[in-house]
């Protein structure tokens, strides 16, 4: 299987057994779940990294075997043909950003890559030229990230694993960086593997997610199905839920860009706070799920600027509340996940089928671009 990532593990740990059967040849798969759960355990078994004698079980990629307890093989890490970015990055705090990026050429040449234009391609996908010649000690966050995300590409990965890879950035540098990744997929291609405890980066960059609980697999779907099953929900609402959705650029005016919803444009438009994006650029939006109204009914004159037709496809308990799936009329995109009351549902009547107007403020909207 062609890029095919195949797992089996069992992974003893202090307080569980991470235990793991897993096939797919999935582009981008990321790895939900709380800490503690075996995400980063898991990630660095399949870097190899992780090489206790107490591991057993067998992982291979593009039918290429990196680890197989029965006969004894386990690959160390130069040789899995892997870009690994850890948490804390690990770049060479005695040298150059533009040292840190060249210091994986030599294995990409040894991968029949063309590390000269690897590197090019690098620095003008993840804008690193202005840094090239810093230290590393003088970067930001952000900046870091871009530049351990950069060396690990310079490589010349067959695979990517990124593990917690806005984790330590606020929610401005997440929306500075989360782009970059996007653009990393697109423009690359190379499989990833990505950890993550926030809902929302899994559902801008994957397209199957795994959900861990104490090291055994409990879900395995596209992300949006997943994050609105009941099981799963509290545990990405902890970290305020978002919904995740495309968008094409149409207009701008002087306090708001004008987005129609859809890879191609083709779905409603809406309204967010100005972005500096051309028109007919791409990007994503995000739709926190507690801030989302639902009426049964159209309304004028409120301060609410976006207002859309939908029709609610589920209504499901979630502890003390619940969540309502609404799917916005005329459009294809996964069905929208609204926090709701239990005593909205009652006194709306909200059921399958049920048409609804789902009430947006342009301020609530988050728009990476």
Same mark, same amino acid.
């Given at each position: 299987?062609?890029?095919?990532?195949?797992?089996?593990?069992?992974?003893?740990?202090?307080?569980?057994?991470?235990?793991?059967?897993?096939?797919?040849?999935?582009?981008?798969?990321?790895?939900?779940?709380?800490?503690?759960?075996?995400?980063?355990?898991?990630?660095?078994?399949?870097?190899?990294?992780?090489?206790?004698?107490?591991?057993?079980?067998?992982?291979?990629?593009?039918?290429?075997?990196?680890?197989?307890?029965?006969?004894? &093989?386990?690959?160390?890490?130069?040789?899995?043909?892997?870009?690994?970015?850890?948490?804390?990055?690990?770049?060479?705090?005695?040298?150059?950003?533009?040292?840190?990026?060249?210091?994986?050429?030599?294995?990409?040449?040894?991968?029949?890559?063309?590390?000269?234009?690897?590197?090019?391609?690098?620095?003008?996908?993840?804008?690193?030229?202005?840094?090239?010649?810093?230290?590393?000690?003088?970067?930001?966050? +952000?900046?870091?990230?871009?530049?351990?995300?950069?060396?690990?590409?310079?490589?010349?990965?067959?695979?990517?694993?990124?593990?917690?890879?806005?984790?330590?950035?606020?929610?401005?540098?997440?929306?500075?960086?989360?782009?970059?990744?996007?653009?990393?997929?697109?423009?690359?291609?190379?499989?990833?593997?990505?950890?993550?405890?926030?809902?929302?980066?899994?559902?801008?960059?994957?397209?199957?997610?795994?959900?861990?609980?104490?090291?055994?697999?409990?879900?395995?779907?596209?992300?949006?199905?997943?994050?609105?099953?009941?099981?799963?929900?509290?545990?990405?609402?902890?970290?305020?839920?978002?919904?995740?959705?495309?968008?094409?650029?149409?207009?701008?005016?002087?306090?708001?860009?004008?987005?129609?919803?859809?890879?191609?444009?083709? +779905?409603?438009?809406?309204?967010?706070?100005? &972005?500096?994006?051309?028109?007919?650029?791409?990007?994503?939006?995000?739709?926190?799920?507690?801030?989302?109204?639902?009426?049964?009914?159209?309304?004028?004159?409120?301060?609410?600027?976006?207002?859309?037709?939908?029709?609610?496809?589920?209504?499901?308990?979630?502890?003390?509340?619940?969540?309502?799936?609404?799917?916005?009329?005329?459009?294809?995109?996964?069905?929208?996940?609204?926090?709701?009351?239990?005593?909205?549902?009652?006194?709306?009547?909200?059921?399958? +089928?049920?048409?609804?107007?789902?009430?947006?403020?342009?301020?609530?909207?988050?728009?990476?671009?």
């Amino acid at each position: 299987m062609e890029n095919g990532l195949e797992i089996k593990l069992r992974v003893p740990l202090d307080q569980f057994v991470l235990k793991l059967e897993y096939t797919s040849a999935q582009p981008v798969i990321g790895v939900f779940g709380p800490s503690g759960c075996g995400k980063t355990t898991l990630l660095e078994t399949v870097a190899g990294i992780r090489r206790t004698p107490s591991i057993a079980g067998a992982i291979r990629f593009g039918g290429t075997a990196w680890l197989d307890s029965e006969r004894r &093989v386990n690959l160390p890490p130069q040789q899995r043909d892997i870009g690994y970015v850890p948490q804390d990055h690990l770049l060479f705090p005695h040298i150059s950003v533009k040292k840190n990026l060249l210091a994986g050429q030599a294995r990409a040449a040894r991968s029949h890559h063309d590390a000269e234009e690897t590197f090019n391609d690098v620095v003008q996908t993840l804008h690193l030229e202005p840094l090239l010649g810093r230290e590393v000690a003088t970067l930001s966050g +952000g900046e870091r990230q871009r530049v351990a995300l950069g060396r690990a590409l310079c490589s010349g990965p067959r695979l990517l694993l990124l593990d917690e890879p806005l984790a330590s950035l606020d929610i401005t540098l997440r929306r500075r960086v989360l782009p970059f990744l996007l653009k990393v997929r697109d423009r690359f291609r190379i499989p990833m593997l990505i950890v993550s405890h926030d809902p929302f980066e899994l559902q801008a960059l994957c397209t199957e997610v795994i959900a861990l609980r104490r090291g055994q697999m409990i879900a395995c779907e596209p992300p949006a199905r997943l994050f609105t099953r009941a099981d799963i929900y509290p545990m990405a609402a902890t970290h305020g839920f978002e919904n995740v959705l495309p968008a094409i650029v149409t207009t701008h005016a002087a306090h708001k860009t004008s987005v129609r919803l859809g890879e191609d444009g083709s +779905g409603p438009a809406v309204n967010v706070l100005p &972005v500096e994006i051309e028109p007919g650029e791409r990007l994503m939006l995000g739709f926190p799920a507690n801030d989302i109204l639902v009426a049964t009914e159209r309304f004028d004159g409120l301060s609410a600027r976006n207002i859309l037709p939908a029709t609610i496809t589920d209504v499901r308990p979630i502890d003390s509340h619940f969540i309502a799936l609404a799917q916005l009329d005329g459009c294809a995109l996964d069905p929208l996940a609204v926090e709701v009351t239990p005593d909205a549902v009652e006194e709306l009547a909200l059921r399958p +089928g049920k048409p609804v107007h789902l009430l947006m403020k342009s301020s609530a909207i988050r728009a990476y671009s």
